[in-house]
């Protein structure tokens, strides 16, 4: 089966960890060989690579093509207009990746249906793409494509179509589902295909070495994810206090690094939080390992991967009430939901947790019941599905 896997949120020499989660869910589909991918990930055009333009300037230095992991990728680059970015953005990926796929094509990689990750714009253009290309297309939903983006009319009318033109969509969790079917979109068109986790990447370890390069002592508080106000870094700086000798470690980049460094010195807090930049995902095993509890303050999320990661690695999370993530912290082995987003919710859930954590081998056999294999199988027999009746 030779599938084309579409999507934006695809990690690239500039930026590693960008959509992980997306190279991951494939690594695991083509790891026996009974599937075949290419992979389009667009990535918006900017023209300068100077530092001074932040992550505008890691943009351009995205590769035209890379191989990662034996994965074939190109990134064809496509226009973002101001203001008018959002209501345009499907038609301009579609305009500048059709290129891209008819070159595919004529190379002889003929493949048998588009796999798309996040709505929008990303499943809108490649519903395009599929109509233009007569292939089948199927679209995973992840996140704020479904619990953010609908609330814009015209995103939601173009998201309504990509879904009835689409042989079939996927999301991660359940919540995702019901937010789809509160769009309008039929049920029977939907299948839940959660995330798995890699347990022979993310295994217990000790964390001394971690812990001693640091020079940190327990209890330690992780929380990972892009410096993003969506995340929270900053309701868990603002709860740090509450919670007695405890050291915050918060691994991410983004635009949010300034102010969350101000609001620790303003707190007084400033040597018990800890920025430790961008870390590599195949180096986050470490950091689970060391840590006492991983938070996750988010406001909105699909299936979110650090914390089965977290678990994987015997870390228990405290993790905010919202979306999918109840579905993830879904026993006591896994840890505690948080039941309100401000700082005294979470320093008090954390605070029980440490007084009463979980034993670290109950948490990582929880995770062992979220390998990758049940999603692989589920999205073989779908896709096997679509080509029957296509055929």
Known sequence: MKILTFSSLYPNAAQPNHGVFVENRLRHLTADGRVTSQVIAPVPWFPWRNPRFGSYAR?????????????????????????????????LMYAWSKPAVARLLDSGYDFDLIDAHYFYPDGVAAAMLGRHFKKPVTITARGTDINLIPQYPLPRRMLRWAAGRAAACITVCQALKDAMIDLGIDPNHIRVLRNGVDLELFRPCTGDDFRRELGVEPPILLSVGGLIPRKGHDFVIKALPK?????????????????????????????????????????????????????????????????????????????????????????????????????????????????????????????????????????????????????
């Open 59 to 91: 943009l351009a230095a995205v590769p035209r093509r890379e191989n990662r992991h034996g994965l074939d990728i190109e990134h064809p680059r496509y226009p973002v207009i101001p203001k008018l970015g959002m209501s345009l953005a499907p038609l």
């Open 243 to 391: 919670i007695p000798n405890a050291v915050l470690l918060i691994a991410g980049d983004g635009p949010e690094k300034e102010h969350l460094q101000n609001l620790a010195r303003i707190l007084g807090i400033e040597s018990r939080v800890r920025l430790l930049g961008p870390v590599p995902h195949n180096e986050l095993r470490q950091a689970y390992s060391a840590a006492d509890v991983l938070i996750l303050a988010s406001d909105r999320e699909g299936w979110p991967n650090v914390l089965l990661e977290a678990m994987a690695c015997g870390t228990p999370a405290a993790a905010t009430d919202a979306w999918g993530i109840p579905e993830v912290v879904a026993e006591p082995a896994a840890g505690r939901l948080i039941p309100a987003r401000d700082p005294e919710a979470i320093a008090k859930t954390v605070r029980d947790l440490l007084a009463d954590p979980p034993d670290r081998a109950d948490t990582r056999a929880y995770a062992e019941r979220f390998s990758w294999d049940e999603t692989t199988e589920g999205q073989i027999a779908l896709f096997k599905k679509i080509l029957a009746e296509e055929a």
